[in-house]
């Protein structure tokens, strides 16, 4: 109820203009509706005030005091007519009508200057430009003859020019706030159509006042109406919006209807030298017209230059966060480049973007384009660069800066984005892969930016956070380009083969499960270590691609030792899933299609993450929540070398844990024993499979069995082989 008091104080006053005119005319009844409405709108805009920030609160706190101020004048002008039967212009009230000039320019001043969009003088000029033509017109159909009436004595005239003189001020401010006005809310609208109510009435007053007296009528309603509108403008909640100035700063504000007005308003003043033409050759005020065209000019050329340099600034801005882009970084470095000073450039990537905007939409991923680059200012020193080189893609530079500082400035920006950021509803924890460099012994400003992208892509790659750039880095970046390209033909010629390693039961050996595992027979290079060529299929995003064939290929071989081995197949195959391939939104979907394709059931298929790939991932556990709805199981491998294994298993829809090879390596070492101990103790109790990894002799495979230990994988039972023998296994173990 409380935010729709402006619609009725719009009514109430509204109806009460209506009621003015049913009253008799010129009689004092009607004088005290017309100069009640002034004093009750001054209170109006005083109560709506206090609802709002300090700046605003002065805005509307001058306009109350400038309504009032009318108010006054309005009751004293009330009194020279109906009881002192005296005329009332010139008159004391007339005092007070111009006193209230002042507080409503400087309560437009303060409220066009909060709705600025864009540099604030260009809406300056802008508003001259209108004000200028309209001046003229003023000037030359009203205030001249006003000035030129000889028979009325000096006093009156000056008085009289006076008001079309605030108004031609109050049309500028007027223009001030209407083209340089970035939102369109309805406390703005509500405004403009006060003052547009006050413009009209006081222009027309002063037109029919030059030829005739004015008796009452028509214009009463402008000036009343323009009362009720002032101060709704002051009651409506949108009033107390957020200022929009700092978020519109880029855009660019010329609008068609902008650009019309202002095209408008340039031509007045030949426009009043056709009229003048036409209606008396021999009496054109050339004066006025000749500056008033001057004028003009001037304010149209200063606009242009200001609209060239705004274009130009924007041209060197990011559109999305306002922050400098890849042209005004480039040039900055130029710039360096001949200071002899060392500089360092920091590039940055977010890690799964994709995901965000996949998972919660791209306006979630803008606003956390914006929240990052909020971020990384406010992390930089005064004269640093920060810019946004497009997509998930930032870059700092930081000039004149020793590598040492540019290390703990680094640091800090890592230190930074692990914090979550807010991205609308969204907390979200982004990770950041950084590679910095310097510009030591290169003239080419797109060098030091060549050398961060090197080191990034390591980064990435090793899985750090920030590695600075060795110029070893590069034969490791030309491999990878090599690769990757080298990756396509491999999976459009089948160069991959999968190769399979049997997962036992203890103490018998019996092969339970078999794990797939992708190689690659290159043409030239022979056998490819996966070691090599995932980071670089993860890198370029052919990981999804090759490990969706993976994954089709191994159900189908499962499918096949089912049909061909019946009881002595294994119970299922697990196959290893990346955290990009979990990121994909149709990864679920697309592991139910192949289980249907393969005619398996789900508990055929186990897929194994690593810690790293769900860490902080609300999309991968997402995926791995609608696999395991599936049937799926979910195996964790590497378990217990991340730094957050057992806060996962909290969160992750887990079945399986598969225990690091660090622990098994040398259980009579004593402190491993422990761990892996109470590594399958954790999973007793969570109702766990525990798989030991690394298994290579029968002494670790005892002892394991003696800790709890069910399962096993390693080099004890079997190889990873492209046609694996399930009963080899058993043997070895009927054997010892």
Known sequence: MREKRWLWWLLAGSATVGGYFALPTASVAQACVYSGIGTVAALVMLAGARRTDRVRRAAWLLSAAGTALWSIGDWIYAYFEHVAHEEPFPSPADVFYLCAYPFLFGGLFLLGRRRTRGPSWTAMVDALVFATGTGLVLWTFVMQPIANDATSPVTTRVIALAYPAADVLLLALVARLVVGSARRDTSTRLLVAALGLLLAADIAFSIVNSYTAYVGGVFDAGWMLSYVFWAAAA?????????????????????????????????????????????????????????????????????????????????????????????????????????????????????????????????????????????????????????????????????????????????????????????????????????????????????????????????????????????????????????????????????????????????????????????????????????????????????????????????????????????????????????????????????????????????????????????????????????????????????GTGHSSLGLLRTAPVDVLKVDKSFVDDLAGGGHSVIATALVDVSAHLGLTAIAEGVESADQAEALFRMGYRYAQGYLFGRPEESPDFTRAAQLSSAR
């Open 235 to 639: 009651l409506h909640p949108s009033v107390r919006g957020a200022d929009v100035a700092a978020r519109d700063a880029g855009e660019v504000p010329d609008g068609r209807a902008r650009l019309a007005v202002m095209a408008a308003s340039s031509l007045l003043a030949p426009a009043v030298l056709v009229v003048q033409g036409f209606r008396d050759p021999r009496h054109i005020d050339w004066l006025a017209v000749g500056i008033c065209a001057a004028v003009l000019f001037l304010l149209s050329v200063l606009r242009m230059a200001g609209l060239v340099n705004q274009v130009r600034t924007l041209a060197m801005r990011d559109e999305l966060t306002g922050l400098a882009n890849r042209r005004a970084l480039e040039a900055r470095i130029r710039a360096e480049l001949g200071t002899g000073a060392r500089s360092h450039v920091a590039l940055i990537d977010l890690d799964d973007f994709k995901a965000v905007n996949d998972r919660l939409g791209h306006t979630v991923g803008d606003r956390l384009l914006g929240a990052v680059a909020e971020r990384l200012t406010g992390l930089v020193r005064p004269g640093d660069t920060v810019a946004r080189l497009g997509g998930d893609e930032f870059a700092v530079h930081l000039p004149r800066t020793s590598a040492g500082v540019a290390d703990r400035i680094v640091a800090g920006i890592v230190a930074s984005l692990h914090q979550p950021l807010t991205a609308g509803p969204h907390r979200l924890l982004m990770r950041a892969s950084i590679g910095v460099a310097d510009d030591e012994d290169t003239a080419d400003p797109f060098e030091p930016l060549r050398r961060a992208d090197v080191a990034m892509y390591a980064a990435k790659v090793t899985g750090g956070r920030h590695l600075r750039y060795d110029p070893l880095l590069d034969e490791g970046a030309t491999e990878h380009a090599q690769l990757g390209a080298e990756l396509r033909t491999a999976l459009d010629e089948g160069q991959f083969f999968l190769v399979y390693q049997p997962i036992v039961a203890l103490p018998e050996g019996r092969v339970a499960a078999v794990e797939a595992l992708v190689r690659w027979r290159h043409p030239r290079r022979g056998l490819v270590n996966p070691v090599v060529f995932v980071p670089v299929a993860e890198h370029n995003g052919l990981i999804v691609e090759l490990g969706g064939w993976i994954l089709r290929t191994a159900l189908e071989r499962m499918h096949a030792w089912r049909r061909e081995l019946g009881a002595a197949a294994p119970g299922y195959v697990s196959v290893n899933v990346s955290a990009r391939q979990l990121s994909e939104p149709g990864f679920p979907a697309f592991v139910a299609s192949v289980l249907h394709d393969t005619a398996l059931p789900a508990s055929c298929l186990t897929v194994e993450v690593t810690e790293t790939a769900v860490f902080d991932s609300s999309t991968a556990l997402d995926a791995l929540r609608a696999i395991k709805a599936l049937g799926v199981r979910i195996a964790l491998d590497d378990f």
